[in-house]
């Protein structure tokens, strides 16, 4: 017996695990190369991190269209998997790729036209705001090309193909650290381009995830069904009630982080250079935890699409039993070496300073965040994407942003106040899921039956 059947005793634990461990490792070890980065971008000053970090919250704003495209595409994909409908799924990832394509074009044509005033609205200061727009840019390149990747690989994600996305997702990154590397140092014959480098590695190695994907899907036959690539009024009654949930929930997200961010901004170069950094640390564990989250909206779709409840509750229960585990290992590892964790990415003692006390609210915030992920998770796949969009809203939207005001302007907290207010909307989240999959338990197979009418 393998150590991965002595710690998943049961079959459903395993399938459960074998869609979730790949997504969850993808997504930390993309995280890890994306700290490299951050770690390499460091070397060349506070002003550096700021430049680059202050696009973050633009490339969100423009991936929240591709990721509501692509997590509607899962969430019908996975259903379909279920039913057995494999000439549906075609006929969804053609017509899904075209208006990805032609919107998000679009899209990424305005943000380059108006940069400049973005960053400022975002809060960029005038001492790093010309590395800043070197650096948009060209990033803003590499988000269209993340775009399509990411609506290709929603029809992988809706099978439970995780394993495949894994590969070419940490292939690409990798690709991507060593050209940044190269170009942001100028090693070997290279140029030494600073926070340039960093954006062109960047486009460089999701150009090559890219065209990894679109060769396992080819090879995987995912276009040999046929199908017409134009959407018709068919596909838009089927798509646009997901998408239209999805995007409004991702939508208010994106507008509370950037409210958020543009506060943290505020706050001064150094403070919110420990903003971004310890926000980079505490996305190790939430992008772990999207592994569970991607998990359970997976099989909750596939559970639904074969109308069996029996699943649906099992699958629900392991995603809580496994994630308060998770959540629990973390929190213990980030409080006992907080300061080696932060160490790495800045020895500044400024920095190092102000650190102590976030990064236990990182250690801290893992419990609710996890709880909050795995359970909107199953809520989605069931196809209660608007309930997740309505509390995302009053949470992430209204309550964080007034929360953080308060604590930042009335209470004078500084930065210590931005992350209570975190805190503080992580459980509001979690207490939202956890009610309203309270109340969707009882009746699960009645909703199946209307989910496939």
Known sequence: MSVFERVFKTPYEQRYMNIALPAAIECVFM??????????????????????????????????????????????????????????????????????????????????????????LMGAGSDYLPQALLYAKVAVLSVFITSMTAILQAVQLGFGETTAIMRTNVTGNVINVIVNALLIFGLGPFPRLGVVGAAVGTVVGTLFTLCATVYVMNYNRYFSQGGSFIPDRKYFREFLPVFGSIFSELGCERVGMVLFARMAAGLGTVPFAVHSICMSICDFYYDFVTGMGKAGMVLAGQSCGAKNDKDWHIYRKIGVKWSLIFSAISCVFIVLFRTQIFSIYSTDPEALAISGIIMVMVALVGFPEAHALVCAGVLRGSGKTAAVAAYSFASITVLRPLMTAFFLYVMGWGLLGTWVALVLDQCIRAGCATFLLQRLKPRIREYMETLSR
Do not use: W, Y
């Open 31 to 120: 995280n890890v190369l994306a700290s490299a980065d951050l770690i390499m971008v460091g070397s060349l000053g506070a002003a550096s991190i700021a430049a680059v970090s202050i696009f973050l919250q633009p490339r969100q704003v423009l991936l929240c269209f591709a990721r509501s495209i692509a997590s509607a595409v899962t969430l019908l994909t996975a259903r379909k998997a279920g039913a057995k409908d494999v000439r549906g799924v075609s006929e969804l990832l053609r017509k899904s790729l075209f208006l990805g394509c032609i919107f998000m074009g679009l899209l990424h044509i305005l943000f380059f036209l108006f940069l400049q005033k973005i960053l400022l």
